[in-house]
Nanobody, 125 residues
């Protein structure tokens, strides 16, 4: 059974930082494109960042470019999302996703096969 488990969310003040982690059980992240998505109440799911299987190519939503960084540690079978300069607009449930199939690391959520349960990020004073 494939499990993606997110952690690292929480409450942070505007301008602060958080690092989200996504660990995989029953799945090898080094063989998959991985991505982070987020969804705020009343809004559609939004792609945040994606990373390729080979070469470490990355893609980011315009809203997070220069502030968020996606990375992977294959030895730990974990993907990370470093989030800096957070603002209240970044508050959402954050989900990790994995794609099994032809290479794609974009931000179309329909292209990903496996999903975690999410971790809540709240940016507020």
């Amino acid at each position: 059974e494939v499990q993606l488990v997110e952690s690292g969310g929480g409450l942070v003040q505007p301008g602060g930082s958080l690092r989200l982690s996504c660990s995989a059980n029953g799945y090898t992240v080094s063989r998959s494109s991985m991505a982070w998505f987020r969804q705020a109440p009343g809004k559609e799911r939004e792609g945040v960042a994606g990373i390729s299987t080979v070469g470490g190519y990355t893609v980011y939503a315009d809203s997070v470019k220069g502030r968020f960084t996606i990375s992977r540690d294959n030895a730990k079978n974990t993907v990370y999302l470093q989030m800096d300069s957070l603002s209240p607009e970044d508050s959402a449930m954050y989900y990790c996703a994995a794609r099994q199939g032809p290479s794609y690391w974009g931000l179309d959520h329909t292209r990903y096969n496996y999903w975690g349960q999410g971790t809540q990020v709240t940016v507020s004073l």
